[in-house]
């Protein structure tokens, strides 16, 4: 079993009084609403002198009994820090291992569980590091954690991945109920993505070191990156191997996400090779996520560069899909390419390409986002989807340098 320590720093300091009241949910859909997230926002910015730049995704917060847990970026003297929300309250610090604190400079999956805090959090200096039911994980079958990826506490136990030094090499691997994955079969384990704990068993993406036949030397090896479902590795596909992947989902027992082939970039939805889309060859695709059976994401169908005000300009990941249904055009502007589609309430959102505009466009519920405060958008990054209102970065026409925007609003 791992090691646990007192998260120490995981709390705020006592002179820090929480300040939210009669916050709200969205009774729709059950996300936090827009009041929630501004009254948090106001909270942070009026107890210190930082500013809230930046949202994750709507889903990826909490809320329990009117108080948001999750993460939030924040500008602070200049410095960018991604900051965990606990219990309506933001943790600016922590302690390290010798009881210092230390400014917190980014977290990931934070989560309330029975009033304590879980996740991955970062120290100005240090790697991320697990807190599992509020305590630090600073050891695993007596190897050192070095730094974390994607945590979740599972039954008070740490899953997920973290990285630690063994076999004389730094090594990313998937964590199962306390317990490391080192090896696949005969395969060593040298990096994960993504990976998580279905009733026991691990799902993900798995990168290992395999044998392969070479032309001019025999036996060769070569890192391989290939899914995982219910414990089992998943080699092959609709009769071709599988050289990468990413995406992975495992979703009624069955592999969704995109893989690579020969032909390229594929994706997966419930365990089959999705080939066609429209009597279209797919060429490559991107951020695949299969939503009640259906394909979701970027797909290329056609052309790998088109012109737009007589420059060339390179399709990546081609049209935007939601619910297996291709968005051609959207307020009738041709949709050249896009990317972070996400689907919300079977609306598209993201960030698109026009045959009108060089940059991307930003997408909210299905429509443009042409402006803000009357200033026309140039380009965008990073667009999601909070409460119906835009979040992302966006440069606006005629100037150089990037704005941040949250809940519509520029900061």
């Not at 291992?97 to 400014?103: A, L, P, R, S």
């Not at 599972?154 to 964590?175: A, H, K, Y």
């Not at 026309?376 to 925007?405: L, P, T």
Request: with cysteine.
């Amino acid at each position: 079993m791992p090691k646990q320590e007192q998260l120490g720093g995981g709390e705020p300091e006592e002179k820090i009084e929480n300040p939210f009241n009669n916050l709200e949910i969205n009774p729709e859909n059950n996300l936090p609403s827009e009041t929630l997230f501004k009254e948090v926002i106001d909270g942070i910015e009026k107890q210190s002198t930082a500013k809230v730049i930046g949202l994750d995704n709507w889903d990826s917060y909490q809320e329990l009994s009117g108080k948001l847990t999750g993460v939030v970026t924040i500008n602070a003297s200049g410095e960018r820090q991604q900051i965990p929300i606990f219990m309506g309250r933001f943790l600016g610090q922590g302690k390290d291992n010798e009881g210092k604190f230390k400014n917190i400079v980014s977290a990931s999956n934070i989560e309330d569980i029975d009033g304590k805090i879980n996740g991955g959090i970062e120290l100005q200096g240090e790697r991320p590091i697990p807190r599992i039911a509020g305590k630090k994980v600073t050891e695993i079958e007596g190897n050192k954690i070095l730094g974390c990826g994607y945590v979740k506490n599972i039954g008070n136990r740490l899953n997920g991945s973290v990285l630690v030094f063994m076999d004389r090499q730094e090594r990313s691997l998937p964590v199962i109920n306390g317990e490391l994955v080192s090896a696949i079969g005969s395969e060593k384990v040298i990096g994960c993505y993504f990976v998580e704990n279905i009733d026991g068993k691990l799902n993900g993406a798995v990168q290992t070191i395999i044998p392969r036949a070479t032309s001019s030397s025999g036996l060769g090896r070569k890192e391989h990156m290939f899914p995982v479902i219910n414990g089992n590795p998943i080699y092959r596909i609709g009769g071709k191997e599988i050289t990468s992947c990413y995406d992975v989902k495992n979703i009624d027992n069955k592999l969704n996400g995109r893989v690579k082939l020969d032909a390229g970039w594929i994706p997966v939805i419930g365990g089959q090779l999705v080939t066609e889309i429209d009597g279209q060859k797919v060429l490559t695709c991107n951020n695949i996520k299969n939503i009640d059976g259906r394909l979701n994401g970027s797909v290329k169908l056609g052309e790998d560069a088109v012109k737009i005000d007589g420059k060339e300009v390179p399709v990546l990941n081609g049209i935007p899909v939601i619910n297996g249904n291709p968005i051609y055009e959207i307020d009738g502007q041709k949709i050249i390419d896009s990317s972070e589609v996400n689907n919300i309430g079977g609306t598209l959102n993201g960030q698109i390409k026009t045959e009108r505009q060089e940059g991307w466009l930003p997408v909210i519920g299905g429509i443009i986002i042409s402006e803000i405060g009357g200033q026309g958008i140039a380009d965008c990054r990073e667009v999601h989807n909070v409460c119906g209102k835009i979040n992302g970065r966006v440069k606006f026409s005629g100037q150089s340098k990037w704005s941040n925007v949250v809940l519509g609003e520029i900061k």
